[in-house]
């Protein structure tokens, strides 16, 4: 009983060793065809011969709960650890943060050293959005104040014009072995430049003759994308575009586009919008109200702005 013991004993320890090779054979397999990562295989395999079954054991069970219960990939898509994006928990300043006003009122009322200080915390914070309130300061008695502004406003319109002029050739500079992959990021690339050009220009910081050159560039691009990709010429890229060329007084352009808007966008109320702001301008009252009759017979809902426009025409 004892010699049977020992020799089953032995064919257990041979049949354990005989596994670990083969599991050290498949691990190196994987290693040299995939690419897999096998950092911890000797570890693994000396465990297995030391511990005989018990060791088998152990990592098959944990091989087989992984996959039960942990078969889905990680996304780690969304997890940030860059710290250049943590906004540090800073305690509030309530004296300063108490005393904001709108800056047009700190124009108005606000003393020299208060009103240095207001116009600092805007010129540190600006946005786009709050482009137009700085320029009011530049009208300021205040030469300092002015100052701010102005240095503010000429660093955006610089960093406006410079992304304008790169990007529009970007879009329009087409090579000759052009793949559709290139072609598409091409139109890509001026839809996304009418966007950005449309938000900028509606704050009126340009001189009028820039405009209306910039209004011009919109126009180009908005015939580059009705030949390359009418379905990238959106109805609000259309009426950005036609309000551009209304301002410019551009009209026949304007006009142009206008009715291109209307023949893509029917069941849309931007074509009509455009239209009657065009009509509206130019003083055409036949048009207008033959329009507005065609968007009160369609089943397209009219916003409060054109209702406003209507109720002043009449």
């Known amino acids: 009983m004892t010699w049977l013991g ?25 290693k040299v065809v995939f690419r897999r990562n096998t950092k911890s295989l000797w570890l693994k395999a000396l465990v297995m011969l030391l511990c005989p079954v018990a060791g088998i054991c152990f990592f098959l069970a944990g091989y087989l709960f992984y996959r039960l219960f942990f078969f889905v990939a990680v996304d780690l898509e969304d997890v ?43 010129v540190k914070g600006h946005s786009r959005t709050s482009l137009s309130a700085i320029s009011l300061a530049l009208r300021s008695s205040d030469s300092e104040v002015s100052h701010y ?21 970007r ?26 050009m449309a ?50 007084k551009e009209y026949e352009k304007c006009r142009e586009r206008c009715l291109q808007a209307y023949g893509e966008y029917p069941d849309e109320l931007e074509p009509y919008a455009c239209q009657l702001k065009l009509y509206f301008t130019m003083g055409d009252r036949d048009r207008f109200f033959r329009l507005l009759g065609e968007l009160r017979a369609s089943d397209v809902a009219i916003d409060s702005k054109t209702l406003e426009m209507v109720r002043v025409f009449l």
């Open 6 to 30: 020992e020799r089953e004993f032995l064919i257990l320890l041979l049949l354990n060793a005989l596994a670990v090779v083969v599991y050290l054979l498949w691990c190196l397999i994987l």
């Open 80 to 122: 940030v650890f860059s710290k250049d994006r943590i906004d540090p928990a800073m305690p509030a300043e309530e004296e300063r943060e108490s005393n904001m006003v709108p800056i047009e009122e700190a124009l108005a009322v606000t003393d020299k050293d208060n009103l240095r200080n207001v116009m600092l915390d805007v």
């Open 149 to 169: 502004a102005a240095a503010a406003l000429q660093s955006v319109l610089n960093n406006f014009r410079t992304s304008v002029r790169e990007n529009f050739e």
């Open 171 to 196: 879009a329009a500079t087409v090579k000759e072995d052009e793949t559709e992959g290139e072609r598409q990021a091409r139109l890509e690339t001026a839809a996304n430049l009418i966007d950005y």
């Open 199 to 248: 938000e900028f220009m509606e704050q009126g910081l340009l001189p009028e003759r820039e405009q209306a050159r910039y209004a011009g560039l919109m126009d180009e691009l908005c015939g580059l994308l009705m030949e390359g990709d009418p379905a990238r010429m959106t109805a609000k890229r259309f009426e950005s575009v036609c309000t551009q060329l209304l301002q410019a």
